[in-house]
């Protein structure tokens, strides 16, 4: 089948209004957590101090419980006889394993148009790591679990198995996709945001140096920005690698990858919740599904602070809104096309059916606005322009988000009718 019927059979399934409603709704709902923010902000039941400490707990409790939890949960409630419902860790990053180097592929494209943007909107020095921060790192926790929701269940992608199967692979997809995405987050973005360091990338978008010397090295930008990572230490990386929700992501995988293990804590015998640690991991999963509305209400206060039109730098705010909502999500889109035409999925993923679902996945959680944890770490780590401008610029990707986002599901889904199953 070729791509042009492809796409058009695509969008004639996709003129069912659940798929366009659930994907518009599906955002409406991550901005309605956000104006509660905003509210209480506005009544003043959220100040600065309030939101810091619900900062804290976000990166110290929820998140942690939250990538915890979704490496090790298994549908509980009685016997389940589909024998795929719950698979082993190891199985499951055999059959999917490029999920776990996609986030490397897709942060460092992010970094890359990020720094272009910088470069193009003639950005502040003191506002490029944030730039490049909300050009890297998506939302792929909340808002994609909605989105590839809606889309199993309007029953746009063809599974044998039935719209059930459809998104439980999903789901898995986007686990994998969680054991090494947060950890680059949580480290990289991390850094960029700081105020002490985010004049480390200058030399990566100016053509002069600090002391306003052309530079008569063109590798000099590259050497400069390794020379000041070795100067931070390497007992000072790996304390800022070792974040709470990075250390919940390597206790989950190692827990995951011994079975024996992670049966203390899920039940995968008969499935009716009797682990005999069950209660404490019930309670961890429980802590974690506050995760999405907390992390919506910093940034929805946030929000709330934005600084008047004349004071936001509308240059690079556009810039980071077109490089995260359309660049780097059609750089994705354009290498999963070529790595499909060139036979690179179907030789990595054997299982014809499950790598439509892949690319799917891999597609959309690079289409996502910047991800509303960058809120919580600006609120920690960063000075009040890194956090007043990332505010302006996921303002403004949460305005464009229902139409962009409608227009890549579009295209995304037609992946699944590239060929026929």
């Not at 390497?234 to 990858?257: N, Q, R, S, Y």
């Amino acid at each position: 089948m070729s791509w042009h019927v492809a796409l058009i059979e695509a969008m004639s399934v996709l003129q069912q209004p659940s798929i366009l409603v659930k994907a518009l709704t599906s955002v409406a709902q991550a901005v309605s957590m956000a104006a509660v923010g905003t509210l209480f902000s506005r009544l003043g039941v959220i100040d600065g101090n309030a939101r810091k400490v619900l900062s804290t707990i976000s990166m110290k409790v929820t998140i942690p419980c939250l990538l915890f939890s979704q490496i090790l949960t298994c549908p509980q409630g009685g016997v389940i006889e589909d024998p795929n419902a719950c698979p082993d860790l190891v199985v499951l990053l055999r059959r999917a394993w490029p999920m776990l180097v996609l986030p490397f592929l897709w942060v460092g494209i992010g970094v890359v148009c990020g720094l272009v943007g910088a470069k193009i909107s003639g950005a502040p020095s003191h506002l490029r790591g944030t730039i490049v921060a909300a050009s890297a790192f998506g939302n792929s926790t909340g808002l994609p679990i909605v989105l590839l929701t809606a889309i199993a269940q309007s029953g746009i992608v063809d599974v044998s198995g039935g719209r059930e199967l459809a998104k439980r692979n999903f789901l898995l997809l986007l686990s994998i996709y969680q054991i090494t995405y947060p950890m680059i987050q949580w480290t990289v973005a991390g850094r960029l945001l700081q105020a002490e360091v985010q004049d480390y990338i200058r030399p990566l978008v100016d053509s002069e140096d600090r002391c306003g010397q052309p530079e008569s090295n063109p590798a000099s930008s590259f050497v400069s920005v390794v020379a000041v990572g070795c100067c931070v230490g390497f007992k000072k990386l790996v304390v800022a690698a070792l974040v709470p929700p990075v250390v919940a992501i390597l206790a989950g995988t190692f827990v995951g990858t011994f079975p024996g293990f992670r049966e203390l804590f899920v039940d995968r015998v008969d499935f009716d919740n009797d682990g005999k640690l069950e209660w404490m991991f019930n309670a961890i999963e429980t802590m974690g599904q506050a995760a999405v509305p907390l992390n919506m209400l910093v940034l929805g206060s946030s929000l709330a602070t934005i600084p008047s039109f004349s004071t936001v730098h509308w240059p690079s705010t556009i810039a980071v809104a077109i490089s995260k909502l359309v660049v780097v999500p059609a750089i994705a889109f354009g290498m999963v096309v070529a790595f499909h035409a060139a036979g690179v999925v179907g030789a990595m993923v054997p299982n014809e059916e499950f790598h439509y679902q892949l690319m799917i996945v891999a597609c959309l959680v690079t289409a996502t606005p910047t991800a509303n944890n960058l809120s919580v770490m600006a609120e920690l780590s960063g000075g009040p322009a890194c956090k007043q401008a990332l505010a302006a610029m996921i303002f403004l990707m949460y305005c464009l988000a229902p139409f962009l986002l409608t227009l890549w599901i579009i295209a995304f889904v037609a992946l699944d009718h590239l060929s026929p199953h």
